[in-house]
């Protein structure tokens, strides 16, 4: 067992882990924070993706012994004082989700890459957004509600 | 008024209303976009086992012995059991069908003397957390004689149980006289087509978490969908208790599509170990486990035949199918292979119609109901006949198919055959009129006048078009309890259920229409056996039509409950009352609130001197019943751009049209259009479930079961047509959910045809690069 | 799908991680880097380490910068930083064509270029782009470090020559001189796929005619390889449509056993002729 530290959405954790325990089981279980989803555990559908250190990846391809001394943000933390992330609202203004369980993944991707590049071109965008897979809503409306977040968010 | 008018059941206003037929924000969104939904795998409790299951990785053999001694012996492990450990559970039922004679091809909850498919349970573990029971459930070592496998469903049925074909049933309808109209026909035209094995694959696998609570002598199921009352029902009766000491609990639902929510051995398992192992016990589905133990869909291949005048008019179809329903006989039944048959007609008149649908047990995942079942394929089929008669006489599809699609002066169209045991009769649209309107939508004549252009330069470019007939609203009941409490908050409990689809938005929008309250202050109860005694679930696109209008009934119930209550303390005439923002108005000042709903509901109380001697509360309960579906229908188009040298298939442009009724939420029906869309494109160029020789599955992972990412998405253009009201349902809606998907492969085939100027090539789904490639020149 | 039990090592220095190392090695010990090919081979138990050495801490493992005409890649620099920021010149261009084809972004955010070669799937983008530049990949051990060609180092379908006890401590990839065109295509059958087919392309136009090309070829055989049949058919030719065709022609005649041959002909051809279109 490994006793590691990190902040989860900027709140100190201290776990003690077995080494295989992957970051998606700790965050979840351990953590107890289930807005962060498992679709495949395989690294494919993007349900299960959080911010490390601000950037976007899969929580089911690390164990969470890696993520020792590192911040960690998860949709939890989006939403700021009873304000939700422009992100957030824009996901319901446009009907960007159906069933949802897809929608934190997204939100946590877009979120990712929106506050490192809040210019992104639409050829970008698309490629981005290509990470994740949804399989209620074509997508379509998940593009327009981050492109719609991307203008409130950029400077 | 006459006697007969009073008595007619209330129909709801045509055109938009204020809050009906709005395009507004979904009451679901809030805590789905916060992380604090609640699906399967959120649900905990204290002191719970994980379930993991043992699966056989052969696909057909004699289970000759399971040796678990050393999974026992893991620490951590708790339990460990196989066949003989649950040889008292009969196997799953029937929920879906009328077929005699398929109880011998029912699925045990545990393998017991055969196995019969690759990610069968064999044996189940149960250990202190899921990592402990995979690791146990490596230890398991099976013993099992490899038999011979049946992997196509066309070839002739072999023996599943001494005495047992594989082919346990076929469906047969059959109406006017089809070897006279065949022998008359101008023109046949014969095709061999086949549609491949894909199925919904929801992001959220399926989860069970069964406790029982012995304070209540209670059976809890969570994590449940699509039918909790029925299954609450069949759980009670296969583990011997009665329904009201088994609930079922609905939290979010990561995705339905016709796979989740079924009764399957998991579910089961989870409810007898906590009620042996006195804990909870909680089970989740991987994704490797569940692209092969969720019911697959859509596999079969048909040999159709079409006889025509010469002006194209069908005079008669024959068509023979072998559905490939995998290894055991599911929850559904035949319902499939019904559909199949039942729908295949589609939009046309036909005059003679004979098919027999062989439904056949392969060595395979079990098979069931996705999206649009039995309309995607037979969709496919019938407009590839379509497509092909038109090519036979040299006529323009369009025209072609103008000259056969039922008219709106034939509505409703009776046809002499019955599908889910009610007789089809659509009843109502105009379909010719939305065909006009999709092709002006799309801009058809500029596509072509485009094609021919792009073709000149050397592009691979080409369009189709594939119209279908969806059903909706299966009945035969529905019912609704609506109660406005003390603060005004109006709750909604419906026997029906969520599978992300907005169904809470929905019924809010309907009961606030009804009801003259904000849809927001509406709480939408679901999925939860404890707080309705009935339900008929998810399905079918049944909820807008059914609960929607059990919902509308119900709201109005209320209403003049509250009206009368108000005016007898206002003193008024209840017909001068009305109610605007939960507030109770004179109907001549609107604006005035009088006394708000709330107050009335106080007023209502048991302990309230108005209501003595009379049923407390401001609460109504009301039922919908139908005796016939109710049948949207629609067009898709699709422009397409072949690479000739690798074979892909790009889709450029579509459209998607299709008459609803009546759009309660135009914003959700539009999602429901174009994520069908996606689902059907998956369908058409990119999902299968492949297997080799020895039955071995092959799209194991998300990198070989190929799911449509946002790249392969094109631009889905939709058309929601309200021309044709169902008159069966005082709402006039029809069922939204399944039309984006049902015509997606017909509609996408005939455009691969067209770009590689190669009529009726495409003669199977999905379309494979290698295979466009054979019909292609050399790459330029 | 959760990964079988495993000791987990963290070294911080790279004498550390190859101590380690030589100690699990025979052990079925492995290498973690970025994980993105390990971790789901483990959730699948497809993998069953006993060990994993996390290499992400070790000083200076994530360094990236030219030295003497090469591009130094240490083992956790990410694909992502792999841009075409990374290398001056007509490399740079390269890398920047090819790696947005390399899955998806947060994948591209964690999996690394050395992790790439070291797991040689036979569809992975740097795996051909290392055996087209004829890479040199830095092997170390207890018995010291040795330079690998990269074509000697991918052997096969996730086979490389690499032993247990070895770490892979860096790759480098020669830059590519000024007057070097370059060309990359790729189909995969969705955005982020493995390629059904790839080809890598680079030479130049020095009097007219084609000089040093190097024509690479992935996604259909076991491991990515140079087409030498398809540079000698183009060398000394005007780069012109008929001089493409031939270097096609010749990268297909050259190609192995394959489950659907004029399929594989079909998209070896496409490859190289677009590659080389892209490059001109």
Same mark, same amino acid.
């Given at each position: 067992m490994h006793d590691i530290a990190f902040t989860l959405n900027g709140r100190p954790w201290s776990l003690r882990v077995e080494p295989r325990r992957t970051l998606v089981d700790a965050i979840r279980d351990d953590c107890g924070a289930t807005g962060t989803h498992i679709g495949c555990e395989h690294g494919v559908c993007g349900a299960c993706t959080i911010l490390l250190d601000g950037e976007p990846v899969r929580s089911c391809l690390m164990f969470a012994v890696q993520a020792d001394g590192r911040a960690l943000r998860t949709v939890e933390g989006l939403e700021k004082d009873g304000a939700l992330h422009p992100l957030q609202r824009a996901f319901i203004d446009h009907h960007a989700l159906q069933c949802g369980f897809c929608t934190p993944g997204f939100l946590m991707l877009a979120v990712g890459v929106l506050e490192r590049t809040p210019n992104i071109s639409d050829e970008a965008l698309t490629d981005v957004l290509s990470s994740n897979l949804c399989r209620c809503t074509g997508y379509q409306n998940i593009v327009r509600a981050v492109r719609a977040a991307a203008e409130e968010m950029a400077p | 008024m006459s006697k007969a008018v009073a008595d007619a059941p209330p129909r709801l206003a045509p055109g938009k209303g204020r809050v009906l037929g709005q395009p507004v924000a979904r009451l679901?969104?809030?805590?789905?976009?916060?992380?604090?939904?609640?699906?399967?795998?959120?649900?905990?409790?204290?002191?719970?086992l994980a379930m993991r299951v043992v699966r056989s990785q052969i696909a057909h053999g004699r289970l000759v012995s399971l040796d678990t001694a050393e999974a026992r012996a893991l620490p951590g492990v708790v339990a460990v059991w196989t066949a003989a450990e649950v040889s008292d559970i009969p196997p799953i039922p029937f929920r879906a069908t009328k077929v005699r004679g398929l109880e011998p091809y029912c699925q045990p909850i545990l393998a017991r003397e055969r196995v019969r498919y690759v990610g069968e349970p064999i044996a189940v573990v149960f250990a202190e957390d899921a990592y402990i029971a995979e690791d146990a459930a490596d230890l398991v070592v099976a013993e099992i004689d490899e038999l011979p496998v049946v992997l196509d469903a066309a070839a002739e049925p072999a023996e599943f149980l001494p005495g047992n074909s594989t082919e346990p049933t076929i469906v047969r309808k059959e109406y006017g006289d089809v070897d006279a109209a065949f022998r008359a026909a101008h023109a046949v035209i014969e095709l061999d087509l086949s549609v491949g094995r894909h199925s919904g694959v929801p992001m959220e696998t399926r989860g069970a978490i069964a406790r029982y609570v012995a304070a209540h002598d209670v059976l809890e199921l969570h994590g449940t969908a699509k039918k909790q009352h029925w299954n609450r029902d069949e759980i009670a009766r296969l583990l011997g208790r009665p329904p009201t000491g088994v609930h079922l609990f609905e939290g979010h639902v990561g995705g339905g599509f016709g796979v989740r929510g079924e009764l399957y051995p998991e579910d089961l398992l989870v409810c007898?170990?906590?009620?042996?192992?006195?804990?909870?016990?909680?089970?989740?589905?991987?994704?490797?486990?569940?692209?092969?133990?969720?019911?697959?869909?859509?596999?079969?291949?048909?040999? $159709?035949?079409?006889?025509?005048?010469?002006?194209?008019?069908?005079?008669?179809?024959? %068509?023979?199918?072998?559905?490939?329903?995998?290894?055991?006989?599911?929850?559904?039944?035949?319902?499939?292979?019904?559909?199949?048959? /039942?729908?295949?007609?589609?939009?046309?008149?036909?005059?003679?119609?004979?098919?027999?649908?062989?439904?056949?047990?392969?060595?395979?995942?079990?098979?069931?109901?996705?999206?649009?079942?039995?309309?995607?394929?037979?969709?496919?089929?019938?407009?590839?006949?379509?497509?092909?008669?038109?090519?036979?006489?040299?006529?323009?599809?369009?025209?072609?198919?103008?000259?056969?699609?039922?008219?709106?002066?034939?509505?409703?169209?009776?046809?002499?055959?019955?599908?889910?045991?009610?007789?089809?009769?659509?009843?109502?649209?105009?379909? $010719?009129?939305?065909?006009?309107?999709a092709l002006a939508q799309f801009g058809w004549d500029a596509v072509q006048r485009d094609l021919t252009a792009r073709r000149a330069a050397g592009d691979c470019v080409g369009a189709g078009l594939a119209f279908f007939v969806e059903k909706s609203g299966l009945g035969p009941s529905d019912g609704v309890r609506i109660s406005i409490d003390a603060t005004g908050g109006v709750e909604l409990v419906s026997g029906a259920a969520s599978v992300g689809q907005g169904m809470e938005t929905a019924l809010a929008q309907i009961c606030a229409e009804a009801l003259?309250?904000?849809?927001?202050? $509406?709480?939408?109860?679901?999925?939860?056996?404890?707080?309705?005694?009935?339900?008929?679930?998810?399905?079918?696109?049944?909820?807008?039509?059914?609960?929607?209008?059990?919902?509308?009934?119900?709201?109005?119930?209320?209403?003049?409950?509250?009206?009368?209550?108000?005016?007898?303390?206002?003193?008024?005439?209840?017909?001068?009352?009305?109610?605007?923002?939960?507030?109770?108005?004179?109907?001549?000042?609107?604006?005035?609130?009088?006394?708000?709903?709330?107050?009335?509901?106080?007023?209502?109380?048991?302990?309230?001197?108005?209501?003595?001697?009379?049923?407390?509360?401001?609460?109504?309960?009301?039922?919908?019943?139908?005796?016939?579906?109710?049948?949207?229908? /629609?067009?898709?188009?699709?422009?397409?751009?072949?690479?000739?040298?690798?074979?892909?298939?790009?889709?450029?442009?579509?459209?998607?049209?299709?008459?609803?009724?009546?759009?309660?939420?135009?914003?959700?029906?539009?999602?429901?259009?174009?994520?069908?869309?996606?689902?059907?494109?998956?369908?058409?160029?990119?999902?299968?479930?492949?297997? %080799?020789?020895?039955?071995?599955?092959?799209?194991?992972t998300f990198a070989d079961y190929l799911i449509p990412t946002l790249s392969e998405m094109p631009a889905v253009d939709v058309l929601i047509a309200e021309d044709a009201p169902s008159p069966l349902n005082p709402l006039g809606v029809k069922g939204a959910g399944e039309g984006g998907t049902n015509a997606v492969g017909a509609a996408i085939a005939a455009a691969v045809d067209d770009a590689l100027r190669r009529p009726g090539a495409i003669v199977s789904l999905p379309i494979l690069p290698r295979t466009v490639r054979r019909h292609t020149e050399e790459p330029t | 799908m959760k990964p079988a039990a495993f000791e987990y090592h963290m070294p911080r220095t790279v004498e550390e991680a190859v101590a380690i190392l030589a100690r699990v090695a025979p052990l079925d010990g492995r290498v973690l880097a970025g994980g993105q090919t390990l971790v789901p081979a483990m959730a699948l138990r497809l993998a069953r380490p006993s060990h994993l050495v996390d290499i992400n801490r070790v000083a200076g493992f994530d360094r990236l910068d030219v030295r003497d005409g090469m591009l130094e890649i240490g083992p956790c620099v990410r694909h992502a930083a792999?841009?075409?920021?990374?290398?001056?010149?007509?490399?740079?261009?390269?890398?920047?064509?090819?790696?947005?084809?390399?899955?998806?972004?947060?994948?591209?955010?964690?999996?690394?270029?050395?992790?790439?070669?070291?797991?040689?799937?036979?569809?992975?983008?740097?795996?051909?782009?290392?055996?087209?530049?004829?890479?040199?990949?830095?092997?170390?051990s207890g018995r010291g470090t040795r330079s690998i060609p990269a074509d000697a180092f991918l052997l096969g379908y996730m086979t490389t020559s690499l032993e247990p006890d070895e770490l892979l401590v860096r790759a480098r990839l020669p830059l590519l001189p000024d007057d070097a065109r370059v060309g990359f295509y790729e189909y995969a059958r969705r955005a982020g796929d493995f390629a059904q087919v790839m080809a890598l392309v680079t030479y130049a136009v020095r009097g007219g005619v084609v000089a040093a090309p190097r024509i690479a070829l992935g996604g259909l055989e076991s491991r990515p390889r140079r087409m030498a049949g398809a540079e000698a058919a183009i060398v000394g030719r005007v780069p012109d449509a008929l001089a493409f065709r031939s270097a096609a022609d010749a990268a297909a005649d050259a190609l192995g056993p394959t489950e659907d041959p004029d399929y594989a002909r079909t998209l070896a051809t496409t490859a190289v002729l677009r590659a080389l279109a892209a490059a001109a």
């Open positions: - | 679901e969104d809030g805590p789905l976009v916060r992380g604090r939904g609640l699906f399967a795998a959120d649900v905990n409790f204290p002191r719970q007898l170990a906590a009620m042996r192992l006195d804990r909870p016990v909680k089970w989740i589905e991987d994704r490797r486990e569940h692209l092969v133990a969720t019911n697959h869909s859509r596999q079969q291949r048909h040999l $159709i035949r079409g006889a025509v005048d010469a002006d194209g008019r069908l005079l008669a179809i024959d %068509d023979v199918f072998f559905h490939d329903q995998g290894a055991y006989v599911r929850t559904h039944g035949a319902r499939v292979a019904d559909l199949a048959a /039942g729908m295949l007609p589609g939009p046309y008149r036909l005059p003679a119609y004979r098919v027999a649908g062989h439904f056949r047990l392969t060595n395979k995942t079990p098979a069931a109901t996705y999206r649009a079942p039995g309309r995607f394929e037979t969709t496919f089929v019938r407009e590839r006949l379509m497509d092909a008669i038109a090519v036979r006489l040299d006529l323009d599809p369009i025209e072609l198919r103008r000259r056969n699609l039922v008219t709106e002066a034939e509505m409703p169209h009776v046809r002499p055959v019955d599908t889910l045991g009610v007789d089809v009769v659509l009843d109502s649209g105009d379909y $010719i009129g939305l065909m006009d309107q003259g309250v904000d849809y927001r202050r $509406i709480r939408v109860v679901r999925g939860r056996t404890d707080r309705i005694e009935f339900g008929n679930g998810a399905h079918a696109s049944r909820v807008t039509v059914m609960s929607g209008s059990a919902t509308y009934h119900a709201a109005l119930a209320v209403r003049g409950m509250a009206l009368d209550t108000a005016a007898q303390l206002l003193q008024a005439r209840p017909e001068d009352l009305a109610i605007e923002d939960g507030q109770v108005v004179r109907a001549a000042a609107p604006g005035v609130p009088l006394i708000a709903l709330a107050e009335v509901a106080r007023q209502m109380g048991p302990n309230s001197p108005l209501m003595r001697g009379r049923t407390p509360g401001l609460t109504a309960e009301r039922w919908f019943y139908s005796e016939h579906m109710t049948y949207p229908y /629609g067009v898709h188009l699709a422009l397409v751009r072949i690479d000739r040298a690798t074979g892909e298939v790009r889709v450029e442009k579509y459209l998607v049209a299709n008459d609803v009724g009546r759009a309660v939420n135009p914003m959700m029906v539009e999602g429901q259009m174009v994520g069908g869309f996606a689902q059907g494109l998956g369908g058409a160029l990119f999902e299968e479930f492949r297997y %080799d020789e020895r039955g071995q599955p092959l799209s194991t | 792999l841009d075409r920021s990374a290398a001056p010149g007509p490399l740079g261009r390269l890398l920047g064509l090819v790696q947005p084809h390399i899955a998806h972004h947060p994948i591209r955010t964690r999996g690394t270029f050395c992790g790439s070669l070291a797991n040689a799937d036979a569809a992975s983008e740097w795996c051909l782009t290392a055996v087209a530049l004829d890479a040199r990949i830095e092997a170390r």
